[in-house]
């Protein structure tokens, strides 16, 4: 059925001021025949809005584009329903608050703009979401430690039916076995009672179906359909889950490695978890105790990392001694004091009791006669402190991750496929077989890993989330952290769980692409079982038959289009976004002949972050090169190299890729696809020296949102260097 179309645009915000509007309407009435097209002094208000509902119920109006503000804001206002095509159209941030008012060049941009929303429309259609058959709406916790029974016990209140898997006999994890906790509510100075017992109680009242003594043999399915194959002593169990929290803890670093604090030589020098025993065992009798931090943190022959917690239990096990003795002398030698958030009152706390905090290096540990000796090198003094006599020295000896445990599994494409591949290949996550879910994945059996071995997730935007769409790490699994956290992390877990089953069901995609309707499809009679999209999509969200064909699972998908980009034969396509529609939008757009003087520089943004960026410029008036047009991309992953060729067609100048920072510390929010651009880029390159185009007419760089500033330069010195190459030879041949 033909869409019927009307187009709005907004005259607010100095838009009516800056273009000619009159000139904007006759691009959708003259040269795309839009049957309705209305101006409005504000749209995002109610009158526009009820304008633009009118023509919906009177005219049937299915598709509507609005040219005004960004499509970041006033989103919500903008919504018409899951069955309407609404398009943005930005003539604000990117055009009038960022370009001269009133100039040619900015009314050009405007109207190719404009032309790019309507063939965008025009190139999609209403997505039917994705229903999965016999879905669950359970969550399964792995881990029952303090992170994995808040995390039970948040999702079982808000009305989850949950199951709860820890492969010890008894619940409570580390913290279990602690004699005393650290303060998790205000005012935060006092010593707690452990809290795992009436945790674990109040989860056994709300219903949780627990398995002790057991493990995830096998993790097979998706978001609300995970098939869980669980290992008990009395044979297996099967459980169908919606959402997966990972949970399982950390263990202490090996302290043998720690000799040279003298642990494993004297009987007396001891770790933070084998102090607590004493203080559980009531054997805590001590004059003088020493507390030795970062005992294997922070440093790059051990943990190159912060182990984050290790600060605030030297203070509780400090003030354990304090309470049996409160003469007994107390040292703490740290290279940093971490005291996070609200643990600042319980650092307070232990120097008001008289622990003694000692900012320096300990260099040797010696033995006399039953008692301990420390030389180290005050930093704050700026002397060697010399100190004996000590009953303990308490090595504070850092966290693992139970996911760096185990066998390392590179996540990578086999010899053979890698040989039989011309595409060059990213770099890729380890996989870790550390037997805590036993994915039944291409890609590995357990979650990919930062390379600390903690499970990978996008740190600032996403912490909860890894590269397995359902499944969430919380607690000191995923990150080093103190009880606090821990506890509020496992709250954000449970969380993101919920949402992911609430999405899900309704066929969303979750995170980033939130609402979003729309999986890949594929048009199979023209695959050549290449496997690009099954190796680079890095969600695990496509497998292969037995042939090598690619077997979508879309709930797993979270829409980047990676497997768009990836694929040469082009089959692969969503509703409402393809290589077509994006080639189209390409081609739209006024190319002006050499002799007027106007090169054109397009940009593939993505909408993760440059897009954002850009419009932080606009929004912060300043002004760049008004050559630019900008196209959106999902990730730049989804870059398909046939729009370059589109670009240098047409007769473009330049083409600039604007993603993400990759590396060890990526930003990209689906892991590697502004890298996967570059490795795409850098095979084009050649084909453009081969015909003649200079291969600096194509660049890839990285922005944040927080390089707005930096945008203006970044776009004026690409157009320099454009300038020197000279006109797009191909623009001869429009």
Not at 115 to 125: D, F, H
Not at 296 to 308: F, V
Not at 642 to 662: E, P, Q, Y
Request: glycine content about 8%.
């Amino acid at each position: 059925m033909e869409k019927k179309i009307a187009v709005y645009i907004c005259t607010g915000c100095g838009i009516g001021d800056a273009l000619d509007i009159d000139a904007l309407s006759k691009v959708a009435t003259g040269e795309f025949k839009v049957p309705i097209c209305k101006n409005d002094e504000q749209l995002c208000g109610s009158e526009g809005v009820n304008l633009i509902k009118q023509d919906i119920e009177s005219e049937s109006v299915d598709t509507v584009v609005i040219a005004g503000c960004s499509a970041r804001v006033n989103f919500d206002v903008f919504a018409f329903g899951s069955d309407k095509i609404v398009e943005r159209v930005n003539l604000r941030e990117q055009v009038i608050w960022c370009h001269t008012a009133g100039d040619e060049d900015t009314q050009m941009l405007a109207e190719d703009n404009l032309r790019m929303g309507l063939v965008k429309q025009k190139n999609m259609s209403v997505p039917e979401p994705y229903q999965v058959e016999n879905f669950s709406r359970g969550i399964l916790v792995v881990g029952g430690g303090l992170a994995g029974l808040t995390a039970a016990l948040e999702s079982a209140k808000a009305g989850y039916s949950v199951v709860l898997v820890e492969k010890e006999a008894e619940l409570g994890g580390y913290v279990g076995n602690m004699y005393k906790q650290v303060p998790l509510k205000p005012p935060f100075t006092d010593l707690e009672e452990n809290c795992i017992s009436a945790l674990v109680k109040a989860v056994e009242d709300a219903g949780v179906k627990i398995y002790k003594s057991a493990t995830v043999e096998n993790t097979a399915g998706a978001p609300g359909m995970f098939d869980a194959t669980i290992k008990t002593a009395d044979g297996t169990a099967e459980e169908r889950v919606g959402a997966i929290v990972l949970a399982t803890g950390a263990k202490s670093y090996e302290a043998d490695k720690l000799a040279h604090l003298g642990f494993g030589k004297f009987d007396n020098v001891i770790t933070q978890p084998m102090f607590e025993e004493l203080a559980v065992a009531g054997k805590l009798e001590a004059g003088k105790v020493a507390f030795i931090q970062c005992a294997g943190s922070r440093d790059t022959e051990h943990l190159p990392y912060c182990s984050a917690a290790c600060c605030i239990e030297s203070m509780k096990q400090a003030l354990y001694v304090k309470e049996k003795n409160p003469e007994a002398n107390i040292y703490v030698y740290y290279k940093d004091i971490r005291s996070n958030g609200q643990y600042e009152h319980f650092y307070m706390k232990a120097q008001q009791e008289g622990v003694i905090f000692i900012k320096g290096d300990v260099t040797a540990i010696t033995e006399e006669d039953g008692k301990l000796a420390i030389e180290a090198d005050d930093k704050t003094m700026g002397t060697t402190s010399l100190a004996d006599e000590f009953d303990y020295v308490v090595l504070a000896n850092g966290m693992v991750p139970t996911a760096a445990l185990g066998e390392l599994v590179e996540e990578a494409p086999a010899e053979d496929e890698a040989a039989a591949s011309d595409e060059p290949n990213a770099t890729t996550a380890p996989v870790i077989k550390s037997n805590l879910l036993n994915l039944a994945y291409r890609q590995g059996p357990e979650l990919p890993a930062l390379k600390y071995g903690f499970p990978d997730s996008h740190y600032i935007c996403f912490p909860y989330e890894t590269r397995r769409t359902g499944v969430y790490a919380a607690g000191v699994v995923r990150a080093p952290m103190d009880m606090l956290s821990a506890v509020e992390d496992a709250a954000g877990a449970a969380m993101k769980a919920i949402q992911c089953i609430e999405a899900t069901e309704k066929g969303e995609a979750v995170h980033p692409r939130s609402g979003d309707m729309s999986f890949p499809e594929f048009n199979m009679n023209r695959c050549t079982q290449c496997k690009r999209c099954t190796e680079e999509c890095p969600f695990g969200a496509i497998n292969e038959d037995e042939k090598a064909n690619p077997l979508p699972n879309p709930s797993r998908c979270r829409r980047c289009g990676t497997c768009m980009g990836a694929c040469p034969e082009r089959i692969i396509s969503f509703k409402n976004y393809s290589v077509p529609m994006i080639g189209n939008m390409v081609k739209t757009i006024e190319v002006p002949e050499e002799d007027e003087e106007k090169p054109r520089i397009l940009i593939f943004a993505c909408e993760n972050d440059a897009i954002p960026a850009l419009d932080m410029a606009g929004i912060n008036r300043l002004q760049y090169n008004s050559w630019v047009r900008i196209i959106p991309l999902r990730c730049l992953g989804s870059l398909n190299l046939v729009w370059i060729n589109d670009a240098m067609g047409r007769g473009f100048d330049g083409v600039l890729l604007m993603g993400c920072k990759h590396g060890d510390d990526y930003q990209c929010h689906f892991m590697k696809g502004s890298e996967l651009a570059e490795i795409r880029l850098s095979k084009i390159s050649e084909t453009l020296d081969r015909l003649g185009l200079e291969s600096d007419r194509v660049r890839a760089t990285t922005v944040n949102i927080t390089d707005y500033d930096k945008i203006p330069a970044m776009l004026d010195e690409f157009a320099e260097e454009l300038e020197e190459l000279g006109p797009n030879p191909m623009k001869d041949f429009q």
